[in-house]
């Protein structure tokens, strides 16, 4: 293992450590684990752009409901097809690390919770951002009267423009108060 | 720099506050920061932000080179120093690409800017390099990602507040051994004999009582005698007196601090704002968590709090359509419920004064396990009440018909109050029958003893308590005792007053018994493997989980409340040394027959030279009292005017807010709408114009006042 870390040069890795949150021993972690899930005959990992599947199976996002979303959403690939080369995992890891700022943190979160892509939070976003929190389906989750409430709950409180949908801004806005937000919005190796 | 202060304090954040280095200032900064994220300043930064960093790879140039002029552009800070690539949220290959634009910008501007950019370069690397070595430091960083990653960042703030509590001790520990071990371990050549022979004396059931060669050693006040030491500044009784007032001062201005940092944000994210439901969505989900069960448990604690919000909506409902007949029965039952409370209150005074009573008789006849009960009568009593009571707390309120929010609150408001006024209630009578040669020496071991029963508590607790019964629930899932006992959870509150206890023992006993913080280290230490044990082995995550910041406010605020009886104990022990009566007159420790605190410091004040002399009595006279007041008084209306004017600034603010965003989505409207909120508008603007001063704000920042100048325009322009 001790090889393959040292696989990264030092001009590389002080790129990195001035592109992202991250510190020397996160990168080489984060090569260590990247490696890991390269193929065994592939030398050369950096530009190698790993599958969904593979990981998702990593134990940091395994459990995670928000796990392809992110994965969508960090990844450069022209098949929208979520897969991460290197330096999109670092990207990913410098959003999720502990000193990325609440802007950063919150603008990815924006990304991730807008499932459909189209720069807002719509109620069918808002509807699938719930139901991946509760933990989907079943005779324990909320009925559709209780997510009805719910939802006009968060616009009345959120949407300020009352155009019917949470913008950037808005949401932004709404996290900037949440002290919280930035103590869990962190995936750490 | 600036940016260098805002990431740090994230940091804090994400660390539940651990770092000590944060300034204030940081935090007021977080303030200004928030005006910049407001939609307004938002609205200039245009779409780079929604749609840059999907596209805004090398093969778009012209889009990043846009993006990063976006963020040059946002505000007086950004136009002396850049941001860092970092913070830009592009992907790797946009950041390189807009790296590559700086530096042509480098060749083309004049060398001293370059320098001053390279300059400031290797500065925030420079300090991002330190940040990184000190937070090395920090001990049990993997321990708490652990923990963190099992049971979320609720029981995590436990685990960090007890490292800061150890922090804190290992303080204390240090300016014990700088102003009252030290100086006595140097003056003292011939009592080393004297230390061997307590070491021959050697029996464990002293260990236990602090009693035999324990008393005469360096643990107890009697052992720093006046010894040769003997200026009239600089002798042993004015160290040690020196020693523990900075102690109490130091803890004093770390615990305040931390708790207005705390504060500031519970205030910011205030009430007035409700924002509850959007943070219950948009933050609820903790991101750390890996753990599968841990995963589900939060997946069911975020429906059974969104239910629980909607049937607190429900209840609110209810309660308002309430009948009178129906409040009357209500306010009885709470009536004879606070009664209930207040009885099992009583009861538990009286046992503590009982056995306080019974421990303090003559008991040299009887064996010395019976002798050792009776010794350890007191804090039994006191941990036992403490073990029972905010159980029977917890389900009285559930009777209450309080909200569910309220019922928390109430047993956590009842428990503190038991757990500190039962030390309290120890502690006077314990003072009231106290009538030996050397008082503090005995005060000093009963602080001693409840220290160490705390801690074998805790042991106990967790190992032949917590542990048999998930033994038992593993081997045996379907016996009727396993059906029992039910699931245990890591109750955070109570886990955390048991903590605030300790550190109030501590603080009370640190004047009779020095080294009352090194053994606290000790326990300390301990604790914190015995609940990591107790937590990852033994327990499930709480139903409830704790919000790591308004937890950390209440900690805190609790840890004051100690400090205070500490404080307030100290001055009675004072008050009594300066009038001693006849029956309690102490004649050991560092304060003999003639000296008490008072008669120290002013003898050393008669030694000085006359200026200062006529300085110090100048400011300890009633002529330097006076205008001292009216300072306060002046400077604290200054502050509360100015923080008045804040919050009016904040909401006319949170006004305009809501004008620009409506001016904006104008032409997005449609016609039926435009009717109501051209009403709302008229409101806000009737609201505005009766407070006179929308045309004329003055906030501090200037960031707010381009906004408010921003926002005016618009505002009249709609006119």
């Known amino acids: 293992m001790g090889t393959t870390a040292s696989q990264l040069d030092k001009g590389m890795l002080s790129e990195y450590q001035e592109l992202t949150f991250l510190t020397k021993q996160e990168i080489l972690l984060a090569y260590k684990r990247f490696s890991e899930l390269l193929p065994k005959e592939e030398t050369n990992g950096i530009s190698y752009r790993i599958p969904m599947n593979a990981i998702l199976e990593l134990p940091e996002l395994k459990t995670n409901p928000f796990n392809e979303r992110i994965c969508k959403v960090f990844s450069t690939s022209d098949s929208h097809d979520g897969s991460l080369n290197f330096d999109d995992f670092l990207d990913l890891l410098s959003a999720f690390s502990d000193s990325a700022t609440l802007e950063i943190k919150s603008h990815y979160a924006f990304r991730i919770f807008d499932f459909d892509d189209d720069g807002t939070l719509g109620r069918q976003d808002l509807e699938k951002l719930v139901n991946c929190l509760t933990g989907g389906t079943g005779d324990t989750s909320l009925t559709p009267d209780e997510m009805k409430q719910l939802i006009d709950n968060i616009l009345e409180e959120s949407d300020i423009d009352k155009d019917g949908t949470v913008n950037l801004s808005e949401f932004q806005h709404v996290i900037s108060r949440s002290p919280d937000f930035v103590s869990s919005f962190k995936i750490v190796l | 720099m600036e940016s260098q202060k805002s990431v740090n304090f994230m940091r804090l954040l994400s660390d539940e506050s651990t770092r000590t280095t944060v300034s204030s200032d940081s935090c007021e900064y977080y303030e200004t920061e928030i005006y910049d994220l407001l939609p307004s300043v938002q609205a200039c930064r245009a779409e780079q932000s929604r749609y840059g960093p999907s596209e805004g790879s090398e093969d778009d140039p012209e889009h990043a080179e846009g993006g990063s002029h976006g963020y040059r552009s946002r505000g007086p800070r950004d136009k002396t120093s850049v941001p860092p690539l970092r913070n830009l949220p592009l992907c790797m290959q ?274 010395w396990l019976v002798n050792l009960l009776y010794q350890y009568l007191p804090p039994i009593t006191i941990t036992f009440v403490n073990l029972v009571l905010p159980h029977m707390f917890r389900k009285i309120s559930s009777f209450e018909d309080y909200s569910f929010t309220t019922q928390v609150n109430a047993t956590l408001v009842r428990s503190i109050f038991l757990k500190l006024a039962s030390l309290g209630i120890y ?111 033994c327990c499930m995550a709480e139903q409830r989980m704790f919000r790591a910041s308004s937890s950390s406010v209440l900690f805190h605020f ?25 029956s309690t007159s102490s004649s050991c420790g560092p304060f003999g027959s003639e000296e008490t605190v008072f008669n120290v410091t002013g003898e050393c004040v008669k030694n000085l030279p006359a200026a200062a002399q006529t300085t110090i009595r100048y400011l300890s006279s009633e002529a330097f009292a006076l205008p001292l007041i009216l300072a306060e008084i002046i400077i604290l209306t200054s502050y509360v005017s100015r923080g008045r004017a804040n919050t009016k600034a904040i909401d006319r603010l949170k006004d305009m807010l809501v004008m620009v965003s409506l001016t904006d989505a104008r032409k997005f409207v449609k016609p039926k709408n435009i009717l109501k909120n051209q009403l709302y508008l008229f409101n806000s603007l009737e609201r505005l114009k009766s407070t006179k001063c929308f045309t004329n704000i003055t906030v501090g920042t200037t960031k707010s006042k381009k906004n408010i100048f921003y926002s005016d325009s618009t505002f009249q322009g709609f006119l």
């Not at chain 2, 109030?504 to 326990?523: A, D, K, Q």
């Not at chain 2, 307030?568 to 022990?573: A, P």
């Open chain 2, 94 to 367: 946009g950041k390189r690409g807009v790296r590559e634009r700086r530096k042509m910008q480098i060749s083309r501007i004049g060398v001293w800017a370059s320098w001053r950019r390279s300059h400031s370069i290797i500065c925030r690397r420079w300090w991002g390099h330190m940040g990184e070595w000190f937070s090395g430091l920090l001990p049990w960083k993997h321990t708490l990602h652990k923990i963190e990653g099992r049971v979320g960042v609720g029981v995590k703030s436990y685990f960090v507040f007890l490292r800061y509590l150890i922090w804190l001790n290992l303080l204390h520990c240090a300016l014990v051994g700088g102003f009252i071990v030290g100086p006595t371990a140097f003056h003292s050549g011939n009592r080393k004999t004297e230390l061997l022979n307590m070491v021959k004396n050697f029996s464990a059931l002293d260990v236990f009582l602090g009693t035999g060669f324990l008393e005469n050693s360096p643990l107890f006040f009697g052992f720093y005698k006046h010894s040769s030491l003997r200026f009239s500044c600089l002798n042993t009784p004015l160290l040690y007196f020196a020693g523990i007032i900075s102690i109490l001062l130091l803890s004093l201005i770390m615990v305040i601090r931390r708790t207005t940092v705390g504060y500031k944000h519970t205030w910011m994210v205030g009430k007035r704002y409700s924002t509850n439901v959007s943070f219950k969505i948009f933050c609820s989900w903790d991101f750390t968590i890996q753990d599968p069960t841990a995963a589900t448990l939060k997946h069911s604690f975020i429906r059974n709090d969104l239910k629980l919000f909607l049937q607190e909506q429900s209840f609110s409902l209810r309660k308002a359509m309430r009948t009178f007949g129906q409040k009357l029965r209500l306010y009885l039952l709470r009536f004879i419920l606070n009664l209930i409370v207040l009885c099992l209150l009583g009861g538990a005074f009286y046992l503590i004064y009982f056995s306080t009573h019974v421990s303090q008789q003559k008991t040299d006849d009887l064996s």
């Open chain 2, 427 to 537: 502690l006077f009578f314990f003072f009231r029958k106290l009538s030996e040669a050397c008082r503090e020496n005995r005060f000093g071991r009963e602080m001693y003893k409840l220290c160490i029963f705390n801690f074998l508590a805790t042991f106990c607790n967790t190992f032949l308590l917590s542990y048999p019964r998930k033994l038992l629930k593993e081997k045996f899932p379907t016996s009727l005792l396993a059906r029992l006992s039910g699931k245990q959870r890591f109750l955070i509150p109570f886990n955390v007053l048991d903590l605030v206890y300790v550190q109030t023992v501590s603080w009370v006993g640190v004047y009779s018994c020095p080294l009352l913080p090194l053994i606290g280290i000790f326990t300390l230490t301990a604790t914190f493997y015995i609940k990591k044990f107790s937590v990852l082995r």
């Open chain 2, 558 to 582: 609790m840890l004051l409340l100690g400090l205070l009886m500490a404080a307030v104990t100290l001055g009675y022990d004072f008050h009594k040394q300066q009038y001693p009566s006849s």
